[in-house]
Structure formats: C-alpha cells, structure tokens
C-alpha cells in the first residue's frame, strides 16, 4: 500500500488539499474515527516496508549477474523463503491484533444516555427523526443531521425500500440500512464542524446524490436547534406566504411531504415543516437559496433524473409566492 | 470398448512424431470436419480452448470499451456524457462482461488448450460436452448484448442486490438478462471443470505421477475443483431471485420472511472463490514463465502446490468480508478477518518461491518476463491493500469506495491479466507456429504499466477523499475532480497498450517469425510436439520420469501399442500415472450445436413467458437422443 493520505500526497503534491476536509476517513471528529485513523497509519507503514522491502529483493534477484546452482545455494533459499514466511505470518498477527483490539473499542455500547437518532433511507433521501418520551414532541427532519459534541450518539438504522449505507467518512465507518432489519451505530463527536456523508451502497438511479450533511455543536446550540425543531411550522406572516400555502395545499406537493401545522400529511417525501432552517435541500446536492428552490420545485427531474418528485408546472407567481411560503419555513 | 493396458509396452522409441504411416492414420482418425459446417461441429479442444481465448477478448473489447466510457463520464464533476440510466447499464455490464466473459472463460480456454498438452493426451475426455460449454457460453454472450444495445441491459450491478434487484424496484427484463446468463456462463464452466478434472486426474502421460505434475497444471486443477463447489452457489441464488421475479416466490422479500441478506451470502459465497478462480490460473502462468526464463525447476515444487490447496480451500472462507458493513456480530466478523489475512501466507509463500526462484539464475529478459515482473509489482500492492479490506473497522471506512475499486483492479489486472498478457506472449508461438512481435510486446507493456498505475493508483486515494463507489457523477465541490482526471488520461494510455497488443497478435499472425518445436527451451510437454501441435497432439504419447522431462531426458520414451486407426485415450491411474487401459472418445458432431440452441431457447425464452422452459426442454429431446444413438457407433 504505497498510496494512502500523507503517503501520496507528497508524491502527489497537487492534491495534497484532499488529504484533509469535509469528506475525509483521514480527519476524523469522533473517538471512533481516530482509532480507525490509528490503525490506518499502523497498516500503512507496516505494508509500505514490506512492499518496498519485497520489490529491492526482487530488484536484486533480477539484476544479480552471477548464475549459482549449488546445493548450498538451495539451501540458502529454502531457509530464506521459511524465514520470510516466518516474518510475513509474524506482521499479519499483528495486524489481526491491531484490528481486532480496535474494532472491539469501536462496538461498546453506548450507555443509556446516549441520543438516539432515526436515519431511515430512502430512494434518495434520508428522513432523520429525534424520538421524544412523548410522539407530541418527536422531532422530523430530512438529509441534515444535528449532533452535540460530547455526548454518545445512538444512530438507529433502517430502510424504507432498498438498501442503503449510511456513510460520514469524518465521523465512523459504513453501516448498512437493510430493509427487515435494524442496524446501529455508536460514535462520540470530539469537535465542532459540518461534516458530508453519501449513501455508499448502490441504490439505484440517484446513488450518485443521496447525501447528507452533519454539524456537530455545542450541546447548547444543539438543543435550542431540537426546540426550534419541535415547533409547528410558523403561520404565514404575509399576503404572499399565504397564497403561497394555499398553491402548496391545491397542488400534488401535500400527497407526499408533511408540513405539521400547516396541514399537509404526506409522507413519502422529505417533512418540510422547517425546511427554511436546513442549508441544503435535495438531499445535500442544491444549496437551500429561493433559485435553487424554485429551480427544483419546476424541474426536479433535470437535477436528478429519475428522483421520484414529479415536475410542477405553476405560473411564475404562484412559484414566487410558493416559495416565499416554502422559505418562511424556519 | 475398453482393454485393460497394464502391460503396454513401453519402448525406447526415439521418435515422439511417431512413423509416417502411424501420422496419416492418426490424421484420417482424428480429422476435424471440413467446411463451414465443419466449424460448427468441432470437438477438438484446442480448437474449443482458442475459440474461448479468441471470444473472451472480444468480450474484454467490449467491458473495456464500457470502461472507457465511464471514465469519461467520471472525468469531471456533474458531467452529461451518460446519464444515470445508461450509467447503471454500463457499470453493470462492465463488472458482469469482465468477471463471466472474459477472465473466467479465458482462463478456461487457455486451461483447455494446454492441460492435455501438458499432461501429454490426445483430448478431454468428454469432446462433445465441451463444445456445449463453449456454445452455452457464446449465445449467453450473444444474448446479454442484445439485450443491451436494446436498451435491456442489467442495471442493478453484477452483484444484483436485492431487493434493488427484485421484481418491485427492478421491473422490466433488464435484471432477467443477467440472472439467466448466471445459468450460460456457470454451466459452461462446470462443463470445462468436469472435462479437465478428469484430464488431470485420469489423463496423464505413463509416469506422470502426482508429484511431477506441471505447475500450471496444478493451478488449473485447483481452480477447477473451486468452480464445482462455487458456481452452484451462484446458480442457486441466480434461479432463487429468478423464482422471486418471475413466479413471486419470496426467498429475499423480508415482508414476507424472507432474507436480503440471504442473497448477499449465498452471491459471496461464489463471489469470493471467483476472484480465486480467476487468480490461481495466473499463478500458474507465473510459474511457467519464470521456469522458461530463469531456465530452472521453480524453487519449491511442494510447498507451491500445497500453497495453491490451501488457497483453494481459504478462497471459501472469506466471503463475509463483502458484507462488513451489514451488521454481523463482532465475533464472527473477527473470524472473517482471520481468514481473510491468513490467506496471504500461502500467497506471500509462492511469491517468496518465485523470488527463490529468480535469485542466482540470470534470467532472460524476455517480453513473458518483464510481464511476470510488472505482476509482481502490481500484485504485491493490491494484496497489500487487501490486508486493509480484511480488517473490519477499516474496511467500514474504505468498504464501497473508489478505493475497493483501486484494490479491486490491482489485484484482477495485476494479478490476472499480467500474467496472461505473458503467458500469451509465451505460448503463442505454440498456438501459431509464430512468434509474437517482441519489439511491441515491450510497448505493450510500457503503455499498460504506466497507464494501469495511473488510472488505478488515484483511486486509492480518492476512496480515502470519500468517493463511494458506482456514482454516475459527483458534485464539484467535493474535490474528486483533479484525480478522476488523471484516472480518465491512464484508461486512455490502457486503450493504447491494448490496441498494441492487438495489432501485435494481427500482425504477427501473418508475418511473425516462425517459431520451432521448443523456440523458450522450456520443460513441460506442450514444447514436444510440434507448434501449432497437430489435431491428435502428439504421434506417440510420451512416458515421463521426472518433473521437466524436456530437461532431464534427452530423447522421450514413448507409449507403443494405442491403435491410430481410432480415438483412442491412453487411461492412468490417477495417483502414480500408470496405464489403466484405453478409451475410444467421440468425434466432430453439430449435436452439441444444436442441443445448445434449444436449451438457450428455453432459458431465455422463460425469461418473457415460463411455458418456454418446458418447450425448450422439449425441443431437446430429439438431439440428445441423437447423441446417445452415436455415442455407440464403433
């Protein structure tokens, strides 16, 4: 494995920038990460020597210009494939150690205080969903993720239809979502940040923008974000956010989103009660801006072909006014 | 129909060309058919070996063709040369047509053309059998580009997850295609498994014992006892998921008790051992190659052959590592890990073997060679970054991201297609009576090195960047852009190297250098018998007593007492290769041809309407009544 972060980024100069960010497995934000990171390094440099000590071997056997065929030559060689053999077998149990050790630390439980969040997959989206004690307060969302640093994370994992993987390089490693199975996975955020994620099983034709975005906060940002979340969508202040509603409510969009309080029910598609508070929409491919909006709202299909949200063909101000409705969804 | 033979004599008869009268019979005995028909009703496996050879790397025209267009899809963010729709087509039918066209069946082929050479008999047992597989497999082929370029290609992967690939997410035939071309190509390896297992082990040259068997050999053996116990289990998830599309059975709908994870395991199970199926052939070559250049017996005949068992047996035992990600408990996944890792000793063993075997021999830097070295190198990296994918925590990282892509390639391409690449140069001088063009195997080579390193090697890293795996585009945000680019230039310096190597072949077909009985100074007994190795293989079998009877034995003993005037095989005994007694096998016949034809139209009939099974079934009843009428014809 002569490739890797810090590895092939000094071959690879130019590209050094990757080798940090937003999407990285190599800058990890949680406990779970860094080990994984540890070990990453650890494997790295023990298959580098080994490779590189295996192709100056080579290298010398093919070059040598002396032709022996002794008995004591064969010898010499049977002894050397055993000890190399040997050494081999040697790196590999270290390796199983090192791994083992590792993914053992990686599962332990989280403890009853750990936040439990729902992820279930969709083709191609992510609904999100904070249980509370009562369903009253039960928080939904979609595609955007809010976590406290510190505190252990539970991530309850399901599929509506195919399967899908949940995936946060910066945060832990892949867990599938299985339709007729649930599926966990444990991580403790360690820093602040926004962090990208993508469904990394293939899911058909969107796989390519199913993503997902994470911000980890400070426990205070994090639960004054739950409260503004458990509220009901806000009552249209203006003339224009109510013609707005009124164009969402007569058109197809209430068969399949929910906007609690503002009296759609659907529940098919992304809930859209505080759809002006999330930074990205179509599952964190478009930035959340009223053109982009706008732009989806008409034509989903040349942004994504093949998502499952019809084209709407509505005349400009109703669009305007829709989605004036639509941003004044805090 | 058989003669017990034990005591055939066994004479100090110089000449393995056999005399000018046993020539001309033994001509008129084995003549193929004349004539276009004469094509159709071929039963010689050298001709059915290089038919799979010549219709995989049409196939590996057509995957790598699908290659390139997705490279250039991927070359820039939100790119609009493919859409998604034709995206899914192609990267399904890339993985299927490399994986079931080219490098299993070209590996069958080139273990079809040489094992009876190399083990010095006439031809596989069952000749008619074998041109079924060769024909199975053609009109699979056949069939899934139709499908295809009728916009009918499969488009849920050639791992088919369900329920992705079941009938509720997946309707329409695209999906049909590939399960029934599972039935084709698995069943034509079964064929080629069954007819070389018995070559190995009931075939051998008078003296052959299992200890002197070739190397090559041995792998092929290994691969071919893999195939039997693998490729069931792909036919029975294929005609399970077939059932669940077509007749709504449930075996992987959770709604209703099923399992999708059903599917995962018993698709691994034979998908795994595949990779191995397509890698032990190479070792063989490997093998070869470095005894002909290095001019010595390779170093550790044992402990190879005991390496090549034991990867046989391990190949099974590491099926979970595709599924790490699905939530399978902790201690099972450590089993998995174990295994996966172990696997490398027997590997590491064979390499450290080949070293031994190179160090202290001066080798001839021949083309065959410098390929042999450029598998080294490359393999070497990907079984290293195999190591990372067996460990759990992180394959979760890596685990369906350009970077399996990256491992995945090195170890089929460097592992695989190197050593063929070397071993075709090696033997098509046997194949042809000409030598390959030296000159522009070297460049093949140069432009396949550097553009393999540089197509695949950025993919490492962009897998650790977060690219997953099987995306038609990606936003320009997320970075991936300047690798992917690099990636798109090296798949184009690929297309070179391969289009080399195919005006190399043209070319040297027509003018290449005439190539003599033993042109490498090899060991094994394909080098014995002219080049190209006339219809019957050998005038006179050989009797060997050592392990490179070319090297050890200045003039060949040879077999005396076979009649020349028929088929006949020479049967041994499987352990030490003593003479049993003699088997007449069939001839040329269309039959395998036809039974082919009405068994494909029922599969893939059945995939538009059931009623077509049976008919199809029906339909071939009339020739294989046929082929047991003939069968008894003296």
Sequence with gaps: MRRTGRGSCAALFLFAAGCRGVYSTLDPATREAARITTLHWVMYWMCAAFFVAMMTVLAVAVSRQRRSETPEGDRRRSVSVAVAAGISTGLLLVLLAASVVTGHANVAPAGAKALEIEVIGHQWWWEVRYPARSSAHDVT?????????????????????????????????????????????VFHVEKEGTFRGQCAEFCGYQHAHMGLVVFAESPRLFEAWLDRQRRLASEPAGGAERHGREVFLSSPCVLCHTIRGGGAFGHKAPDLTHLASRTTIASATLPNTPGHLAGWVTDPQSIKPGNRMPPNILAANDLDDLVSYLRSLR | ???????????????????????????????????????????????????????????????????????????????????????????????????????????????????????????????????????????????????????????????????????????????????QIINFTEVSALIVASSLIVTVFKQRAPGMSLNRIPLFVWSILVTMIMVIFAMPAVIFAAGSLNSDRTIGTHFFNAAEGGD?????????????????????????????????????????????????????????????????????????????????????????????????????????????????????????IGGLTGLMLASVPLDLQVHDTFFVVGHLHYVLIGGAVFPLLGALYYWFPKMTGRFLGRRLAFFTFGFLFLGFNLTFFPMHELGFMGMPRRVYTYLPEKGWGPLNLLSTIGAGLIAVAILLFFVNVVRSLRRGARAGMNPWGA??????????????????????????????????????GLRTDRRELLVTHALDGTPSHREEVPGPSALPLIISITMSIGLIGSVFAVLWLPAGALASIPPALAWYWTEDEP
């Design chain 2, 260 to 380: 999708a994870l059903l599917w995962q395991h018993s698709f691994w199970f034979f998908g795994h051992p595949e990779v191995y199926i397509i890698f032990l052939p190479a070792l063989g070559m490997v093998a070869t190659i470095l005894s002909a250049s290095c001019r010595r017996e390779v170093f550790g005949y044992t402990a190879i052959v005991l390496s090549l068992v034991s990867t046989g047996f391990l190949g099974f035992g590491l099926w979970v590592h595709h599924m790490f990600a699905t939530g399978l408990p902790q201690m099972g996944q450590s089993f998995f890990t174990a295994a996966s890792l172990m696997i490398a000793i027997p590997t590491g063993v064979q390499l450290f073997c080949w070293i031994a075997t190179i160090w202290g021999s001066r080798p001839r830097l021949e083309p065959h060679l410098l390929f042999v070295l450029g598998f080294f190198f490359i393999f070497v």
């Design chain 2, 1 to 179: 129909m058989s003669s017990t033979a034990r005591s055939l004599p066994v004479e100090q008869e110089p000449d393995l060309g056999g005399t000018e009268k046993e020539r001309s019979e033994l001509d008129r005995a084995w003549r193929e058919r004349s004539g276009f028909l004469g094509l159709l009703a071929s039963a010689d496996h050298k001709t059915i070996g290089k038919r799979y050879i010549v219709t995989a790397f049409g196939f590996f025209v057509l995957g790598g063709l699908e290659a390139l267009a997705m490279r250039l899809q991927l070359a820039r963010p939100e790119n609009r040369f493919l859409n998604p729709d034709l995206y899914d087509q192609i990267f399904t039918m890339h993985g299927t047509t490399m994986m079931f066209f080219f490098a299993v069946p070209v590996m069958l082929g080139i273990g079809l053309y040489f094992v009876p050479l190399m083990v010095g008999t006439r031809n596989v047992p069952f000749p008619r059998l074998n041109a079924v597989g060769y024909w199975f497999y053609l009109i699979g082929g056949v069939y899934l580009y139709s499908s295809f370029f009728a916009n009918g290609g499969p488009d849920a992967g050639w791992f088919d997850y369900v329920p992705l690939a079941g009938s509720e997410f997946s309707s329409g035939h695209r999906v049909d295609a590939w399960v």
């Design chain 2, 523 to 560: 060991e094994t007994l394909e080098w014995a018998t002219e080049s190209p190795p006339p219809v019957y293989n050998f005038g006179r079998l050989p009797v060997v007593s050592s392990r490179s009877p070319l090297w050890e034995e200045k003039e060949l003993p040879v077999v005396t």
């Design chain 1, 141 to 185: 969302t979609a595609n955007e993720i809010h976590v406290p640093v510190g505190r252990a994370v539970r991530l309850q994992l399901s599929s509506g239809d195919v399967i899908h993987s949940f995936w946060v390089p910066n945060l832990h490693g892949k867990k599938d979502l299985i339709p007729g199975r649930r599926t966990s996975q």
